[in-house]
């Protein structure tokens, strides 16, 4: 089965939600540089969610936006 990201924008709070599972209270929480949020896996470490901190201020400054993470894309 394909994994599959969710993205969400809470604008109230600012933040963009990238999930590949409902977070839940057991994840453990690591800062990220540039104000990002990675949800881990408590018994793999795996990044199972990301929060974007101040996102819609990011969206305006003129530099690219990246995220510090890497992707394992595997054709089936």
Known sequence: MEAKLTFKCDREADILHIDKCLPYPEQESEELPDEIVAR?????????????LFFSTRLLRTDLFELPVSADLRLS
């Open 40 to 52: 881990l896996n408590p018994d793999t470490r795996a990044v199972e969610n990301l929060e974007v």
